[in-house]
């Protein structure tokens, strides 16, 4: 951190001036020239500490540019990530007034501009500008009410540094290509959106060829004035513009160095296909111990457009894991397919859709359903994540495949009964659970063409696991497809727990039935949740509960809709509840956090009903279509509805596979058996 002198630049000024406005409202050059003399301008580079928890309160800063990063302490010994602070925020004002220590830790992302202001200045200014003082309040105000808000984890990334891995010298313009696209698709969501400064839409694309002339052809190099007279232009830029892009050069270069200093994300550009070892720039700049920025890594892997499914994400990953980070280590990227090009840009600019599906046993068939009526309406999503088969149908949404075809491909897996393998000697389940590790591990090979990882599926995907042998909910966002499915619905007692690294896992259900609350976390600014719960209490007829001999008659004689004893659940349906129950009011509360919730009525459908598969899945198709077409639904469909969307053509054979007949929204449901 060191203090400079930058009151008499230009650049400096007309930044200072946007944001103290921003912050005290109708501020003027006559207030300025009182305030100015009391202000002393501090640079950071990234990774530079400001403030740490518990030191004195001794001044305030006001954030130009740049952008920070929030930290607590945690009783453990760790740091818990409170938030992100960018141009226009106050820091450390709290603490003045309430004349506590900080309570929080911050540092450089990236590289930054703060003015500092210290405790009696601001103190002063409070007491004899109370124009100035009640703009503030309401700002603090503001801040407050948002905090005691349910809040969502969103991603603020401002500028991008895109950063070639492999020489691409071999395919001239690719990365200025890239990059171009890039920013055009940025400004079609931005656009849509309008989230940027000031309603800003615009997003710069910066290169050394594309500087003014005072700073082209690496002059800005040649000077320390003109080095800062560079960044001050970069900061005015900022203030117009939604997002900046900057292209970096294959090698170690000023310019380099410069666009990662002055990120909020990297992504490094990679072909799918060369060899992941990191190169001579991560090697330098970027590993533990060697780190020039802050900022968030991110793989931008490059496919051909007509590839199946990705393969061996995870010898990039392995060869990076400082940048292990849940749903934003790597994007995959086909060169030609819109879809692909459109969801990273909405990913990039915080405008990404998050699709969470519950558990519930087969009644999970009707999430197909409720995934062609949104694919009618032109509403596609980002990211995927679910539990128990909400995690197999949420894994199928990742693959980025038509309605059509993830029908099809589920129906031929779930056309045997999976879970039909009872053990004859039950000592740690009551079924043996190899059928349906066959039914996932043959379902993602369909698809894949072998058994991926979760890495290797085109969207970013998570699914929760119960880990039994820790007491807790686990995150699983990479490693084995089939096996990290397989642990998901591994319903306690019903099913065999999965070994994984050490550790037993078991169905998601126990602890995170409906993880909206993960999907917040990734970063989704709209989530579209399908709920398979419903509170419906429906008292028993009966005075007492029957014997078994008589259970077992009433079943034997009596058809289903006519059973005296209808209402006393199976052995397997009992265990799978009991699984689920602990979190029912964990799910209650994740309806709160759902943009667009889906709850089609499944509760005469069995849990364990498998051969239901079409009739399911109508029903949900039928609840989608409704939901989508209710009025109130208008405003948030046209936020969600999306543009240039293309699924990859996978080569799947379906020739031998009976095409389903899409009932209409207004066709009957035959209601299932309970």
Request: glycine share 8%; with cysteine; aromatic share 6%.
């Amino acid at each position: 951190m060191k203090h400079v002198q930058l009151m008499d630049d230009v650049h400096f000024h007309d930044l200072l001036m946007s944001v103290l406005r921003d912050l005290f409202g109708d501020f003027c050059e006559e207030d300025l020239a009182k305030l100015l003399p009391r202000l002393r301008t501090v640079e950071l580079s990234a990774g530079d500490v400001l403030m740490r928890q518990g030191d004195p309160s001794d001044s305030m800063f006001i954030v130009l540019s740049g952008r920070l990063r929030a930290y607590v302490a945690s009783e453990e010994g760790g740091s818990t990530l409170i938030g992100e602070l960018g141009r226009g925020d106050p820091l450390g004002e709290m603490g003045i007034i309430s004349g506590t220590p900080r309570r929080a830790s911050i540092q450089a992302i990236r590289d930054c501009v703060l003015v500092r202001l210290a405790a009696e200045d601001f103190e002063e200014v409070l007491v004899s500008w109370p124009k100035v003082a009640l703009p503030l309040a309401r700002k603090l105000l503001e801040r407050q009410a948002r905090s005691n808000q349910p809040q969502v984890t969103q991603r603020k990334i401002v500028n991008l540094c895109v950063l070639p891995i492999h020489d691409f010298s071999g395919e001239a313009g690719l990365v200025t290509s890239v990059c171009t696209r890039l920013r055009k698709e940025l400004e079609s969501v931005i656009a849509r959106t309008t989230n940027g400064p000031g309603g800003a839409t615009g997003v710069a694309l910066y290169h050394p060829t594309t500087l003014p002339a005072e700073f082209a052809n690496g002059r800005w190099e040649s000077s320390e004035e003109l080095h800062r007279k560079l960044l001050m232009w970069l900061d005015t830029q900022e203030q117009t513009h939604a997002m900046q892009v900057f292209v970096a050069d294959d090698g170690d270069s000023a310019w380099t160095r410069l666009c990662i200093r002055h990120a909020d994300q990297i992504l490094l550009l990679a072909d799918a296909d060369g060899d992941a070892t990191p190169g001579n720039i991560e090697q330098r700049y970027l590993t533990p111990g060697s780190y020039l920025s802050q900022a968030t890594q991110t793989l931008l892997l490059l496919h051909p457009s007509s590839r199946r499914a990705p393969s061996g994400t995870a010898r990039w990953l392995d060869a990076r894991p400082h940048i292990d980070t849940l749903g934003h280590s790597h994007y995959h990227l086909r060169r030609n397919t819109d879809g692909d090009w459109a969801r990273i840009a909405r990913i990039l600019s915080g405008n990404a859709v998050g699709l969470v599906l519950a558990g519930g046993g087969a009644r999970g068939f009707s999430q197909l359903g409720i995934m062609q009526a949104l694919e009618e309406q032109g509403i596609t999503w980002d990211y995927a994540g679910g539990t128990s088969i909400g995690a197999v149908m949420a894994a199928y949404a990742a693959m980025d495949l038509p309605s059509s075809q993830v029908q099809a491909l589920a129906r031929k897996s779930f056309s045997k009964n999976p879970t039909g393998d009872f053990n004859w000697l039950p000592l740690m389940s009551v079924m043996r659970g190899r059928r349906l590790q066959r039914v996932i591990r043959d379902a993602v090979i369909d698809v894949m063409g072998g058994e991926g990882g979760i890495e290797d599926l085109w969207k970013p995907f998570f699914c929760i696991a119960s880990n039994y042998s820790r007491a807790r909910a686990d995150i699983l966002h990479k490693g084995p497809l089939a096996l990290m499915l397989t642990a998901s619905v591994s319903i306690p007692a019903a099913l065999p727990p999965v070994l994984w690294k050490g550790d037993l896992l078991t169905d998601g259900g126990t602890f995170n039935n409906y993880p909206v609350d993960i999907m917040r976390e990734l970063g989704a600014a709209k989530v579209i949740g399908v709920d398979l719960r419903r509170d419906r209490y429906r008292p028993l007829e009966f005075p007492q509960m029957p014997s078994a001999e008589s259970l077992l008659l009433d079943r034997l004689t009596r058809g289903r809709k006519t059973q005296r004893f209808r209402g006393i659940p199976s052995l397997p349906t009992v265990v799978f509840n009991v699984a689920a129950m602990a979190s029912m009011a964990h799910d209650k509360r994740m309806r709160e956090l759902v943009d667009l919730q889906f709850n089609p009525d499944v509760s005469r459908v069995g849990m364990l009903e498998w051969e239901a598969f079409d009739r399911v899945l109508d029903i949900g198709l039928k609840h989608g279509r409704e939901m989508l077409g209710a009025a109130e639904a208008g405003e948030l469909l046209s936020q969600l509805q999306m543009t240039g969307r293309n699924a990859a053509e996978v080569p799947v054979d379906f020739a031998t596979q009976r095409p389903r007949t899409v009932q209409s929204a207004q066709a009957g449901v035959e209601p299932a058996a309970s």
